[in-house]
């Protein structure tokens, strides 16, 4: 696929397979949108100016795009469905507002903007992201060359991403960072069981003048094999029971605890009275002392899993990064990530790895060095330069 496509094949294959699935009354108005036709022109000539970039990978988009509408309309239609698969697989390259345009003001009403993301996975966003955060540092595009290693399609030993930057390239291994053990595991399987029950619309809708907080652990499940028999119907009754019961009190931080009928683990409810409105909460299994542990571990685990990939690169002459990812920012902050690398230091060897990068998604989203050469937090000036410079673009005044 990203030989195919590039970059961005996730996207683009993601906006072909919905253009095939359209009907001939859905394509009928594909182009019929309410556009700003000078930026319409502006951002098409832009795109057809970087082709050369990724031409063949344009071309096959092109094509493809076509061959999937080819008999649902006329002529000027498919050559605009045509361009914007071109756009999209060159849409790294455009500065943010054109990106905005295009996803929001062309594609997005026809095509879902969360459908493109449909195939997305954590190192997808991930290095999105990234690419975003230099870009507004630098005040320059940063963007994916290629994806060597095509998601560990292609055989062991490639690197994830290579990334252009301020005229140079670098070869990227990322990485995800857990904030306690197994928290991959449990977020997936409370995120695809628990998350779908809209808990907190139907308690909404049972006590509409009250406002209760759900406490469910995170850990609810620990496997999938749990879940095979367990009655989510009688789950939701008995919760909603619970609440019935539970006694109202004017501090919403009191949470009574209720060990519900055939439910593996409790549920921690408060409620008070006049404010209509429902949350459901996640417990986490840990502790801030043991985030700080476990952090330090996860940080030893990954410089060791990736070396040998970058000093592979690094022994052919490529610029190497590591970078450490979470989106975990209820636990965390860029400085008790930054310390945690810190502690890491002297117990691993980083031969091989030129810079690594801490990433933090989630909430307000930030980007920073810890290593840069052989320089280390916190010895490293950039350090607080990308923080300020981040900052800034969000508004934040150091008057």
């Keep these: ?21 359209m009907s001939q009354e859905e394509f009928a108005n594909v182009d019929r949108l309410n556009l700003d036709v000078d930026q319409f022109s502006r951002l098409f000539q832009k795109t057809l100016g970087l082709k050369h970039d990724r031409e063949t990978e344009a071309e096959n988009a092109s094509r493809d795009a076509m061959k999937a509408v080819l008999e649902k309309g006329d002529t000027n239609r498919i050559l605009f469905v045509s361009l914007v698969a071109m756009a999209l697989v060159l849409e790294d390259r455009l500065t943010r507002d054109e990106r905005v345009f295009l996803h929001l003001f062309v594609i997005d009403p026809k095509v879902p903007l969360r459908r493109l993301y449909k195939e997305y996975k954590k190192e997808d966003r991930a290095i999105e992201t990234f690419c975003e955060h230099l870009s507004r540092i630098d005040n320059q595009n940063a963007y994916i060359k290629f994806r060597p290693d095509a998601r560990g399609q292609v055989g062991e030993g490639l690197p994830d991403f290579v990334l252009y930057r301020l005229g140079e390239e670098f070869t990227i291994e990322h990485t995800y960072i857990n904030s306690y053990e197994n928290q991959v595991q449990y977020e997936h399987l409370y995120s695809k069981y628990i998350k779908p029950l809209n808990l907190d619309q139907r308690i909404k809708e049972a006590f509409p003048n009250k406002l209760i907080d759900i406490s469910i652990p995170i850990n609810a499940f620990k496997r999938e094999s749990e879940v095979k028999n367990f009655d989510f119907e009688a ?12 006694p109202e009190t004017r501090n919403s931080q009191i949470a009574k605890r209720y060990d519900l009928p ?21 417990i986490v299994p840990t502790s801030r002392e043991q985030v700080r542990d476990n952090l330090v571990v996860e940080m030893k685990r990954a410089v060791e899993r990736k070396r040998r990939k970058l000093a592979t690169a690094k022994a052919k002459g490529e610029k190497t990064i590591l970078l450490l990812d979470t989106d975990d920012y209820a636990l965390l902050n860029y400085e008790i990530l930054a310390r945690a690398f810190a502690a890491t230091v002297n117990q691993v060897e980083f031969d091989g790895i030129d810079d690594v990068y801490i990433q933090q998604r989630g909430g307000v989203n930030y980007v920073f060095p810890v290593k840069l050469g052989k320089r280390i937090y916190p010895h490293l000036p950039e350090f607080e330069q990308y923080w300020r410079r981040q900052a800034e673009l969000l508004g934040v005044s150091f008057d």
Excluded at 8 to 20: D, G, M, P, W
Excluded at 264 to 281: E, Y
């Design 262 to 282: 055939n439910a593996p683990f409790p549920v921690f409810i408060s409620k008070s009275h006049g404010f209509g409105a429902t949350f459901v909460i996640q």
């Design 1 to 21: 696929m990203f030989d195919r496509y590039g970059p961005n094949s996730l996207k683009v294959q993601e906006y072909i397979t919905a253009l095939a699935e």
């Design 235 to 246: 789950f939701i009754k008995n919760l909603t029971d619970a609440v019935r019961d539970a």
